[in-house]
């Protein structure tokens, strides 16, 4: 059996309590984390009782963590799974807390792959095969990929990414303009034909708009 002898506020970090059992520091926590277990001085502790003290704060890092990872953009399954290795969290808590964030509707590899596809579709357009390269990267089962680029129009994908690009080679003569544009759509992952059309598509309305 323990006692709590001291519970007392971070030099640091105020917001954070370090907790003393039988004059010894033993850990820190917020304010609402030793609220929440109902910590005060006196309050004796079972070595059972510590360990689940213990456990339950990890876990509730561990689940806090990810949604702070969330709160920039939505991840995969994996993506989170890595983060939360690499943050050093065991591998049962990170379980649970993406079994709570599959409750939750927070993890979810269809809606990800729906998300990435769209991004990249809006900011920076690109092939089915690399979408299904990036997204095979983030972890994303096949089919839940198949899914999501099944609708990715590569044709209009294509003239989309080409447009900033074209602008930034607008004084090159054709053939220079063709092989730079041109390499441009391959590493977006773009086959011969539709790149030989875009190509043409895009000259051909820079040389009308410029007769206008």
């Not at 983060?83 to 050093?88: F, I, M, N, P, V």
């Not at 899914?147 to 294509?158: M, P, Q, R, S």
Request: contains cysteine.
């Amino acid at each position: 059996m323990s006692t709590i002898t001291a519970i007392r506020k971070g030099k640091r970090n105020e917001k954070r309590l370090n907790l003393y059992l039988d004059g010894k520091f033993v850990f820190s926590l917020k304010e609402d984390e030793a609220a929440r277990e109902k910590l005060t001085v006196g309050l004796e502790l079972t070595g059972e009782r510590l360990q689940t003290l213990m456990e339950s704060l990890k876990q509730v890092r561990c689940l806090n963590a990810a949604y702070r990872y969330l709160g920039y953009r939505p991840r995969s399954e994996a993506e989170l799974r890595d983060r939360l290795q690499r943050r050093g969290f065991p591998h049962p808590h990170i379980e649970t807390t993406l079994e709570r964030l599959r409750e939750q509707g927070l993890a979810h590899d269809g809606d990800f792959a729906k998300f990435w596809v769209e991004n990249r579709s809006a900011f920076s357009p690109r092939s089915k095969s690399l979408a299904r390269s990036e997204l095979r990267k983030k972890g994303v089962k096949e089919e839940v990929i198949r899914e999501a680029i099944g609708e990715l129009d590569e044709t209009e994908a294509a003239y989309n990414a080409a447009q900033g690009k074209a602008r930034r080679l607008a004084a090159l003569e054709f053939p220079e303009f063709r092989q730079r544009l041109g390499d441009f759509l391959r590493r977006r992952g773009f086959g011969y034909d539709i790149i030989n059309r875009t190509v043409k598509k895009v000259w051909e309305e820079r040389n009308n708009s410029d007769k206008q």
